[in-house]
């Protein structure tokens, strides 16, 4: 059954020796990506490109479970959502600073993710994933009727306010080093999470639990870790997100925007650092362009999450590096 | 009339009996998904899609050919699942020894093909579909009013399900199946047609689905979305009654469908969520499921 495997990125035995290639390739990739998002908005709109950061710190959140744990929750809208709702709610209702605001989003993300996450990894397999699905939805309805999430209009109108109590975030450029240093400051704990010794044993889960187990590690307590973790960094996300577009609704906890964090990993490459990120900016831009085309933007998610299943299973990253011949 | 904890007999008879309605919705598709998640290891997402297409079906063969709600029960399950077996040979069967969750992941996929195409045929809103002649009406059983085409809902689902349960359980065929599952490798040296039967299961279960779309649009419209919300709550029945057992796929649905009418009547806040508290609940205590055999 093993060998049978290996075209499957998931499962891919050469995925984790690092090399010296590997790491040097992955400097320069960051390099680029860094200095492409500080010329970036001086060539087009600084709100897309917040938009499209916070999106990418999600999907990278995303892929730390299903990547390297080999957990896929289909429930990431909540973190993401629910952060999203308490971090508006703190800067509208209570006059939090925007630091603040998103800080609540963030401590709500994570305490979510701890009850989550705690009665999903009793399941394996195929039922983690209704779990996490079926939780969201449930999160969802609360969110549907609780008063102070403002049912189908959502939280409107949140103040961006002053960081700190004193940068002034309604001006676009300030606003866009916060969303830049947040993501990267994500990406970056991300990356330690997956290079640290805890990182090893998270991948020796995905690849073998059993094996783990022997071995005498107590892997429900690190899947539980990383779930949280990765509820954090979604709520992070989410959070941001509140702030930059000023609003928190229900598209932000429903379940297609569970299938989009999916599709955004899916497409950039599942288990890749860079790929969430890539995957995010596509799906963004692809949903921006083809907005004429009203509905059918749904067929033509679908059709892209058949195609990469069925063709190409590695994601860009992972094809461009099998292109290169780098192992990831 | 009378009154049972202060609710009046009609309310609580009448939410009772939309509960059994739901039920029979949530067994049906439950039943559907443990059948083809033991033949192909695969939780297929589009079930709640290929429900909607099953409702969709009978409207459009009514409006182009006319054909009313007996024929399009026949003809609907069976179009839909022509068109499952044509997904099982061209798309799942590269998938069977990947990972469960490209599984997942391509019929996720193709839930939002189906509906994408719906909603642009459809449009957003719910369209009729009335309630065949012979069937209307109802009758007055002294505490409750018992619409005749409720009660037919009722009785084809349980027909349908024990059917199936029968078929799997008792019968020569459900035998081939039952082995082809533990084993599929050795049923094969023993010269059956593995790859035919769950081509055909496949093709059962997402029939199953759709038959029930039939069935289940007279009662809500035929829209677009109808399938989306239904198929996540059944995920947390399958996740209550555990996938092993196919008297517990029904008796879980039909149970959960009860409380949740039963909700509605003392709780109507909690009536969305009460499936998946009970379903956390059911996690704390038996991680299993209720029906479960191994995790």
């Known amino acids: ?328 | 009339m009378f009154e049972i904890f202060g609710i009046p007999s009609n309310a609580l008879f009448g939410q009772l009996l939309i509960g059994l309605i739901n039920g029979s919705f949530y067994a049906l598709l439950s039943l559907g998904l443990a059948v083809i998640f033991g033949m192909l290891n695969i939780i297929n997402f589009s079930h709640g899609a290929q429900y909607m297409l099953g409702a969709f079906v009978a409207y459009l063969i009514l409006q182009y050919s006319g054909l009313g709600y007996w024929p399009a029960l026949i003809v609907a399950p069976i179009i839909v699942g022509i068109t499952g077996m044509i997904i099982e040979r061209t798309m799942l069967q590269w998938l069977y020894k990947l990972d469960h969750l490209y599984g997942l992941l391509l019929t996720f996929g193709l839930a939002l093909i189906i509906e994408g195409v719906a909603r642009n045929l459809l449009g957003s809103a719910g369209l009729p579909y009335t309630v065949p002649e012979s069937l209307q009406g109802g009758r007055n059983l002294g505490f409750m009013f018992l619409p005749n085409y409720r009660a037919w809902v009722i009785v084809a689902s349980l027909t349908i399900c024990f059917g199936t349960w029968f078929v799997i359980e008792r019968t020569r065929l459900g035998a081939y199946l039952r082995a082809a599952t533990e084993n599929p490798t050795l049923v094969r040296a023993f010269g059956i047609n593995v790859p035919l039967l769950i081509t055909l299961t496949y093709g059962f279960g997402v029939a199953l689905a759709a038959f029930a779309g039939v069935m289940a649009a007279p009662i809500y419209n035929v829209s677009p979305q109808m399938g989306s919300e239904l198929i996540i709550v059944v995920f947390a029945v399958v996740v209550i009654g555990g996938m092993g057992s196919i008297l517990g796929a029904i008796v879980t649905g039909f149970g959960l469908g009860v409380i949740e009418g039963l909700t509605k009547v003392f709780f109507p806040e909690a009536s969305n969520t009460v499936i998946f508290v009970i379903m956390a609940i059911v996690l704390l205590v038996r991680p299993a499921g209720l029906f479960g055999r191994r995790g």
């Open chain 1, 1 to 328: 059954m093993m060998e049978q495997r290996v075209s499957d990125p998931l499962v891919d035995p050469s995925a984790t020796p690092p090399s010296a290639l590997r790491k040097q390739s992955e400097t320069i990739a960051f390099v680029v990506m860094v200095a492409a998002l500080i010329i970036a908005p001086f060539f087009t709109y600084p709100l897309f490109l917040m938009q499209a950061m916070c999106f990418a710190l999600f999907a990278c959140a995303f892929n730390l479970l299903i990547g390297y744990v080999g957990l896929l929750s289909f429930g990431h809208a909540l973190y993401f959502g629910w952060a999203s709702y308490l971090s508006a709610y703190a800067a509208k209702t209570w006059g939090f600073t925007p630091e603040l605001a998103i800080l609540a989003g963030i401590a709500t993300a994570a305490l979510l993710g701890l009850l989550a996450g705690s009665l999903a990894i009793r399941r394996q397999g195929i039922y983690f994933a209704m779990i996490t699905l079926a939780l969201a939805q449930m999160m969802y309805f609360f969110a549907l009727q609780a008063k102070f999430t403002g049912g189908e209009d959502g939280i409107q109108a949140v103040p961006r306010g002053h960081l700190f109590g004193v940068i002034d975030l309604r001006n676009e450029m300030n606003m866009y080093v916060l969303v830049l240093v947040i993501f990267l400051a994500g990406f970056l704990f991300i990356y330690r999470i997956i290079h640290s010794p805890f990182g090893e044993v998270l991948k020796a889960i995905r690849e073998n639990e059993q094996r783990a187990i022997s071995l005498g590690y107590k892997t429900d307590r690190y899947k539980l870790v990383a779930f949280v973790l990765s509820a954090t960094l979604a709520g992070a996300a989410g959070a941001t997100k509140a702030i930059v577009l000023q609003l928190a609704s229900l598209t932000d906890v429903n379940w297609p925007m569970s299938g989009e964090v999916v599709l955004m990993t899916l497409v950039g490459g599942l288990g890749t650092i860079f790929g969430p990120i890539v995957g995010s900016f596509v799906i963004l831009v692809m949903q921006y362009k083809l907005s004429v085309l009203g509905e059918w933007v749904l067929v033509i998610q679908g059709v892209i999450f058949v195609s990469c299943v069925l063709l190409f299973r590695r994601g860009i990253i992972g094809e461009l590096a099998n292109k290169l011949r780098i192992r990831l």
